[in-house]
């Protein structure tokens, strides 16, 4: 078993309950960790609450050193977490070898940030003043996090929240724990004891845990909107500072002047990466009825020609999905899809070669539209619905209909079309011609119901900050606007 890490120590918990850990390729057991309780949610705070008295005097170029010797620690251990990250999450080991990439990448990127600013002066309203505006840490930060890419969005929280000079309780998803916790031995260990916290469980337990506690007063999270809101709703008692980074459900669209076998491939990158995994999936595309037919067919061309295995596998192009109700998830969606009139043109089903692991086929369905779940509801699953549309004020109007606001695609040359879908379309990232590229400055985050948090560049490390305005005045005399008028 895999123990928690609480202000630098090993311990197996206090309830004596596990959570087994899975290898989704195989469905074995690859590990057990800790079911964690309020009580070990407690000790964890605990931790990280009295390490910051001392952390938060830490200079800023002292932290941006110790997170340049974090990022050099991991590419001293690259393959060891490649190959884990790949066994408990199961997409291809190349795309975990990305991960790993931006893992060290951010890391370094906070701690070139991390030097950088804390306030600014700004103009007094008086000879005798002196007015400024200083940055400060807000102490424990609650990091809750997904099982799809485990250690990208925990170090897309936890880099700048060290950066800015909080201490930090980081909550893997129980699905995907062993990456997190094996990053807490051999990458966190030269942290004080307390500023960095790993504790494993169950959401409704531990995850509450660490939202409910008083001590607590900013918490991080990347999952479901209904999760979202049910932190949203237990963290409003206290009025915490929410960093919200919630479903998804983003368009592609393809215009008129858009190359067809390109823009099929560029499709399928962006539905089927990680098996579909991934936040910013696009799960609408939206294709003129001019080409559907020529667009429609070399999709499924495409998608054929992809490799279904065990991300370990160097020729894997597609993993399994992380869990069975996740597949279940996908085929209910497929289902009712197909019920309303939807028609598969492939995939649709778990292979029956690799029946084993929880593998679930690249589908693409065309006949689709808004009335079905798999148009609006996140699937987050390997499919592909096509919709067709008449004009582009109409493919617009499509890809602005969701309660969601994560990303949107779009595939052309015409810079007309590019302008009108950038100012148009509501979403916190607009990729033109290259979906779901991330830049390391550049903030990523939603609107609408995706939720209001940054991630990423400059935004990201002002969220993890609160702002204080100083006014001072060097001349202590009474003034004249005071009482008696």
């Given at each position: 078993?895999?123990?928690?890490?609480?202000?630098?120590?090993?311990?197996?918990?206090?309830?004596?309950?596990?959570?087994d850990i899975y290898n989704p390729a195989t469905a074995e057991i690859i590990d057990t960790v800790?079911?964690?309780?309020?009580?070990?949610?407690?000790?964890?705070?605990?931790?990280?609450?009295?390490?910051?008295?001392?952390?938060?005097?830490?200079?800023?170029?002292?932290?941006?050193?110790?997170?340049?010797?974090?990022?050099?620690?991991?590419?001293?251990?690259?393959?060891?977490?490649?190959?884990?990250?790949?066994?408990?999450?199961?997409?291809?080991?190349?795309?975990?070898?990305?991960?790993?990439?931006?893992?060290?990448?951010?890391?370094?990127?906070?701690?070139?940030?991390?030097?950088?600013?804390?306030?600014?002066?700004?103009?007094?309203?008086?000879?005798?003043?002196?007015?400024?505006?200083?940055?400060?840490?807000?102490?424990?930060?609650?990091?809750?996090?997904?099982?799809?890419?485990?250690?990208?969005?925990?170090?897309?929280?936890?880099?700048?929240?060290?950066a800015a000079g909080n201490t930090v309780i980081i909550k893997p998803s129980d699905h995907t724990?062993?990456?997190?916790?094996?990053?807490?031995?051999?990458?966190?260990?030269?942290?004080?004891?307390?500023?960095?916290?790993?504790?494993?469980?169950?959401?409704?337990?531990?995850?509450?845990?660490?939202?409910?506690?008083?001590?607590?007063?900013?918490?991080?999270?990347?999952?479901?909107?209904?999760?979202?809101?049910?932190?949203?709703?237990?963290?409003?008692?206290?009025?915490?500072?929410?960093?919200?980074?919630?479903?998804?459900?983003?368009?592609?669209?393809?215009?008129?002047?858009?190359?067809?076998?390109?823009?099929?491939?560029?499709?399928?990158?962006?539905?089927?990466?990680?098996?579909?995994?991934?936040?910013?999936?696009?799960?609408?595309?939206?294709?003129?009825?001019?080409?559907?037919?020529?667009?429609?067919?070399?999709?499924?061309?495409?998608?054929?020609?992809?490799?279904?295995?065990?991300?370990?596998?160097?020729?894997?192009?597609?993993?399994?999905?992380?869990?069975?109700?996740?597949?279940?998830?996908?085929?209910?969606?497929?289902?009712?899809?197909?019920?309303?009139?939807?028609?598969?043109?492939?995939?649709?089903?778990?292979?029956?070669?690799?029946?084993?692991?929880?593998?679930?086929?690249?589908?693409?369905?065309?006949?689709?539209?808004?009335?079905?779940?798999?148009?609006?509801?996140?699937?987050?699953?390997?499919?592909?619905?096509?919709?067709?549309?008449?004009?582009?004020?109409?493919?617009?109007?499509?890809?602005?209909?969701?309660?969601?606001?994560?990303?949107?695609?779009?595939?052309?040359?015409?810079?007309?079309?590019?302008?009108?879908?950038?100012?148009?379309?509501?979403?916190?990232?607009?990729?033109?011609?290259?979906?779901?590229?991330?830049?390391?400055a550049g903030p990523f985050g939603g609107m609408k119901m995706t939720g209001g948090g940054r991630?990423?560049?400059?935004?990201?490390?002002?969220?993890?900050?609160?702002?204080?305005?100083?006014?001072?005045?060097?001349?202590?005399?009474?003034?004249?606007?005071?009482?008696?008028?």
């Amino acid at each position: 078993m895999k123990p928690m890490y609480i202000n630098g120590e090993w311990t197996a918990g206090s309830g004596g309950e596990t959570i087994d850990i899975y290898n989704p390729a195989t469905a074995e057991i690859i590990d057990t960790v800790p079911d964690g309780t309020a009580e070990d949610a407690a000790k964890a705070v605990a931790a990280a609450k009295a390490a910051f008295k001392e952390w938060r005097w830490v200079t800023a170029f002292e932290r941006a050193e110790m997170l340049q010797e974090a990022a050099n620690k991991l590419r001293e251990h690259f393959d060891e977490i490649v190959e884990l990250l790949t066994l408990e999450e199961g997409k291809a080991i190349s795309e975990n070898e990305e991960e790993t990439e931006w893992v060290i990448g951010t890391l370094e990127y906070y701690a070139g940030l991390a030097r950088n600013v804390r306030g600014r002066v700004i103009p007094p309203a008086d000879r005798s003043q002196f007015n400024f505006i200083i940055k400060e840490p807000f102490g424990v930060v609650a990091c809750i996090i997904p099982f799809n890419y485990p250690l990208l969005l925990m170090i897309w929280k936890v880099a700048p929240a060290l950066a800015a000079g909080n201490t930090v309780i980081i909550k893997p998803s129980d699905h995907t724990p062993l990456a997190t916790l094996r990053l807490a031995e051999i990458v966190f260990d030269h942290f004080p004891p307390g500023v960095v916290n790993v504790v494993t469980g169950r959401g409704d337990r531990m995850g509450e845990a660490l939202v409910e506690h008083p001590d607590v007063p900013l918490i991080a999270f990347t999952g479901s909107t209904a999760i979202g809101q049910r932190i949203s709703s237990l963290a409003a008692k206290r009025i915490k500072k929410l960093h919200l980074e919630l479903g998804g459900k983003d368009p592609f669209v393809i215009a008129p002047d858009a190359d067809v076998e390109t823009a099929a491939e560029a499709v399928a990158y962006a539905a089927l990466l990680n098996a579909g995994q991934v936040c910013t999936s696009s799960e609408r595309i939206y294709v003129p009825e001019q080409m559907s037919q020529a667009f429609t067919g070399a999709i499924v061309d495409f998608v054929r020609g992809l490799r279904l295995g065990p991300g370990l596998e160097r020729t894997t192009d597609i993993g399994p999905m992380a869990a069975p109700a996740f597949r279940e998830k996908v085929a209910s969606h497929i289902a009712e899809a197909k019920a309303k009139g939807a028609k598969v043109l492939t995939g649709g089903q778990a292979p029956e070669k690799l029946d084993q692991g929880w593998f679930y086929e690249p589908t693409v369905l065309t006949n689709v539209n808004h009335s079905m779940v798999i148009m609006r509801e996140e699937t987050f699953g390997p499919t592909i619905p096509i919709m067709t549309y008449r004009t582009f004020d109409e493919a617009i109007e499509l890809a602005n209909d969701t309660v969601y606001g994560l990303g949107a695609c779009i595939r052309t040359n015409d810079a007309r079309l590019v302008k009108r879908f950038f100012e148009e379309v509501k979403a916190g990232t607009i990729w033109i011609n290259d979906p779901l590229t991330d830049n390391y400055a550049g903030p990523f985050g939603g609107m609408k119901m995706t939720g209001g948090g940054r991630e990423l560049g400059e935004e990201g490390l002002e969220g993890f900050l609160e702002t204080k305005h100083v006014h001072w005045d060097f001349d202590d005399t009474l003034k004249d606007y005071w009482y008696p008028y």
